[in-house]
């Protein structure tokens, strides 16, 4: 789980990181674009994580 943690960590700093850039430069496209890519990594490892902890419990 210690793997988990770390990466569900790494991405929420990348996407806190993007976000704070955004609004620092909210004219930017790249900004907007690397935001946008850090809440698509994000969102898909949760529910990454939805579905495998969903079929743990199915399992048992």
Do not use: W
């Not at 929420?12 to 990181?17: A, E, G, P, R, S």
């Not at 909210?26 to 900004?31: A, I, K, N, T, V």
């Not at 990594?41 to 969903?54: A, K």
């Amino acid at each position: 789980m210690d793997i988990s943690q770390h990466h569900l960590r790494l991405l929420l700093k990348n996407t806190d990181t993007a976000f704070e850039l955004l609004k620092e430069h909210p004219q930017s496209q790249e900004c907007a674009l690397n935001y946008e890519q850090a809440k698509f990594e994000l969102d898909n490892y949760l529910v990454d994580m939805r579905l495998s902890l969903g079929n743990k419990i199915k399992h048992r």
